[in-house]
């Protein structure tokens, strides 16, 4: 961090601020005085040094940052790939991991038809929608615990780990218990309770980019789960809102390489969520693999038409199985196995 002092600072201003900031501890403080301008470099973890605190300092112009507020999901301090292992199924290997299911979990019937489908076409692990963070209060929720016990019946039947969405922070235990990946919606990406929450617990996290977020914001709301400990964190892009009204959100298939340049976290794309059009979940699952995500997640329904939940985007069994095959010819391209 680099602090740019105002011209006539004196020479007793400089000493009170660098003594608020040593008091902060864990960096030191190299003044430059120049004729012109005289700046304060800190070295060192300045994670915990109150930015807001020091710009109220009236000594103070302008503060730089020099590093990432991130540091736990720096790739800076972490150059391997983290491998996140769910239930079995690795995400962030040489292998993609493809995540397949409904958007929400219907009947037992339902889930184990999908869930059989999407296996035998190659899907490594299974989703599906729970509790389901609705727009409207009136659309349905979700079946709640008994989506979750029709989960683990579909493992039971496949083998398949499953994946699902918590909401709230007092469903965590059960989760914990019952399911092996715990989704944090795009809704959730800021629920910074939640996050804490999920930063005490040992059970991969796939967290998902929030509808406005930058990366930087998403690398943070990471950073909230690594920094409590829980080291196994997925990152999903799943589109933004833009001014583009054509698609659902607009799916920032940049923020992949980005993120793996600027992170060590596995990251998988959502084309389903990202376009809201089913006949955009191929080309987009493909440019997803061509640039180097560590997988993807599908919406599979095996009666989009009457699905209780994201139908218009859901794909079918038939049409996952073409999914597959696209897939896989990119990623044999691009040096990785499906
Ligand atoms: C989902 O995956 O079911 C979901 C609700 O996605 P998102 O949080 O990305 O909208
Ligand atoms: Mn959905």
Same mark, same amino acid.
């Given at each position: 961090?680099? &602090? +740019?002092?105002?011209?006539? =600072? ?40 109150? !930015? ?7 000594? @103070? ?5 020099? !590093? ?28 993609? %991991? ?18 059989? %489908? ?39 039947? =496949?083998?398949?780990? &499953? ?92 923020? +992949? ?29 493909? %440019?997803?693999? %061509? ?31 073409? @999914?597959? !095959?696209? &897939? ?11």
């Amino acid at each position: 961090m680099i &602090i +740019v002092l105002r011209q006539g =600072t004196t020479q007793k201003e400089i000493d009170q601020l660098t003594d608020v900031l040593i008091s902060q501890g864990g960096i030191t403080v190299n003044p430059v005085i120049g004729t012109d301008i005289t700046i304060l470099g800190l070295i060192g973890d300045t994670t915990h040094v109150d !930015a807001t605190r020091v710009e109220s300092f009236h000594c @103070v112009e302008r503060i730089m940052h020099v !590093a990432e507020p991130y540091k736990k999901a720096n790739r800076m301090f972490h150059p391997q790939d983290t491998v996140v292992n769910i239930g079995g199924a690795a995400v962030g290997g040489s292998r993609l %991991a493809v995540m397949a299911g409904p958007c929400s979990v219907e009947s037992s019937e339902q889930i184990k038809t999908v869930a059989r %489908a999407v296996k035998q076409s190659g899907a490594a692990i299974l989703r599906g929608g729970a509790f389901k963070p609705r727009t409207s209060p009136y659309a349905f929720q979700g079946l709640r615990y008994e989506g979750l016990e029709l989960l683990k019946e579909a493992r039971e039947a =496949t083998g398949l780990p &499953i994946v699902t969405e918590l909401m709230s922070p007092s469903d965590i235990d059960r989760f914990v218990e019952d399911v092996d990946c715990i989704q944090v919606g795009a809704r959730n990406m800021q629920n910074f309770d939640l996050l804490r929450q999920l930063g005490k617990i040992n059970k991969p996290v796939l967290l998902k980019r929030g509808l406005s977020a930058t990366i930087e914001e998403w690398l943070m709301s990471a950073e909230y789960i690594l920094s409590g400990g829980n080291e196994q964190v997925i990152l999903c892009e799943r589109g933004i809102r833009t001014f583009e009204t054509y698609t659902r959100n607009t799916v920032d298939i940049g923020a +992949v390489p980005v993120v793996k340049r600027l992170s060590h976290l596995p990251v998988i794309v959502d084309p389903s969520h990202g376009t809201g059009k089913r006949w955009m979940v191929s080309p987009m699952a493909r %440019a997803a693999v %061509a640039v180097g995500a560590d997988g993807v997640m599908i919406e599979v329904h095996n009666d989009p038409q009457h699905a209780l939940c994201d139908g218009q985007q859901s794909i079918t069994p038939e049409q996952f199985d073409e @999914v597959m !095959a696209d &897939i896989r010819v990119i990623a044999a391209a691009v040096g990785r196995e499906v």
